[in-house]
């Protein structure tokens, strides 16, 4: 690390969200930047730090994005309206959140000579049927009837405004493209600390808990490769220290070698859950519509596989941890943190 690099401070937006607080974890361990925190509410930051200084407000707050622009060398944005469940019930929110509300971010980013590192997604690819590259793929998303794109095109014209501000007008950026990143502390139960579909691994860990069906929507026959966290952040670390690298490209970050369908995960985490929680319970797999589970509107990736091998090149990374390595740690913290509120119901 330069010297230069301890006075240098990084704000991230949403920082108190499932991404942001695990990305501000490494960053504090793994560099000496001081980060500043803005988000609605920090149950998921418990951390404390001398270098961690939290600023509780909205975005859409007055001011709060030219006073944290103003202070802050790199811009980390995470905030999103990001579960599927949203995409075609709630269309007008998930395009606001996922655009209109970060459109200033991106010319005061430009203005202020700040570089803009931004959480994309992969469902940019849509229905893009082969291993998806940042720089050849195609984005190919559903009619706009079908609103489950809806998400997808407001990200999509979001990464189109920050690179056009990146060709002609200078702005500095890098966006990242998560692959279904999974972990401890990612989405709520539903009916306990929070309401509406989560995603998929929180559904299922919440038919676990309370001994109901695993739903399968459409047989779960869609495939995602999920990456860890820990993966997922040590590889954004990685952006942040390689700032000649990395401006200016689009990044996808996954692990395409744990490529599974739905209904493999469901098997995985039941079989995890009898070994090691409920020994003797029997759980079933239900199938169900897409439309009846979501609602009108909705439609589906077959699959996401990403490319990585520009992450690879530049960030010299690897993701390591399979499914296996991962599912038991994170049904246990979901054990830990809800049994008490499940039992007690
Ligand atoms: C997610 C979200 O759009 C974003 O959070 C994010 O950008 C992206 O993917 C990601 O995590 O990288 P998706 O993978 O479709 O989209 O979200 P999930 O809710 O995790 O669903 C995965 C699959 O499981 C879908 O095929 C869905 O139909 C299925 N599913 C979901 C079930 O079979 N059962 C359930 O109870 C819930």
């Known amino acids: 690390m330069s010297a230069s690099d301890s006075k240098k401070s990084v704000c991230i937006l949403g920082g108190g969200g499932y991404l942001g607080s695990h990305l501000i974890?490494?960053?504090?361990?793994?560099?000496?930047y001081k980060v500043r925190a803005v988000d609605k509410t920090f149950e998921k930051l418990t951390l404390a730090s001398p270098r961690l200084e939290r600023v509780q407000a909205s975005i859409q707050e007055p001011g709060l994005l030219e006073s944290v622009t103003a202070a802050s060398e790199i811009i980390v944005s995470t905030t999103a309206l990001c579960t599927p469940a949203l995409y075609n019930k709630r269309p007008v929110e998930v395009i606001e959140a996922n655009f209109l509300d970060l459109v200033p971010l991106v010319d005061l980013c430009t203005r202020q000579g700040r570089w803009l590192i931004h959480f994309s997604t992969s469902e940019v690819y849509g229905t893009y049927p082969d291993?998806?590259?940042?720089?050849?793929?195609?984005?190919?998303?559903?009619?706009?009837?079908?609103?489950r794109w809806t998400y997808a095109a407001a990200k999509q014209l979001l990464e189109r405004l920050i690179w056009a501000h990146g060709q002609h007008r200078g702005l500095a950026f890098t966006i990242v493209r998560p692959f279904n990143v999974i972990g401890p502390r990612m989405d709520y139960i539903e009916g306990v600390d929070g309401e509406g579909t989560p995603r998929v691994l929180a559904c299922f860990m919440r038919s676990l808990l309370y001994s109901e069906p695993l739903q399968l929507v459409d047989g779960g026959r869609s495939r995602r490769t999920f990456v860890s966290v820990g993966d997922f952040v040590d590889a954004v670390v990685r952006i942040v220290k390689r700032p000649e690298c990395c401006r200016g490209e689009i990044i996808n970050i996954g692990n395409p070698d744990n490529d599974v369908s739905i209904k493999e995960l469901a098997e995985k985490m039941v079989s995890i859950y009898q070994s090691r929680h409920a020994s003797g319970q029997h759980f079933s797999l239900q199938n169900i519509g897409g439309e009846v589970f979501y609602g009108p509107g909705y439609d589906d990736s077959p699959q996401r596989i990403p490319d990585i091998s520009k992450a690879r090149r530049l960030l010299d990374w690897s993701p390591s941890a399979s499914m296996d390595d991962m599912l038991p740690e994170i049904i246990q913290d979901y054990v830990s943190h809800y049994s008490g509120a499940v039992g007690r119901k």
Do not use: I
């Open 25 to 32: 974890r490494a960053l504090l361990e793994e560099t000496e």
């Open 131 to 147: 291993r998806m590259n940042e720089d050849e793929s195609p984005l190919l998303l559903g009619p706009v009837q079908k609103e």
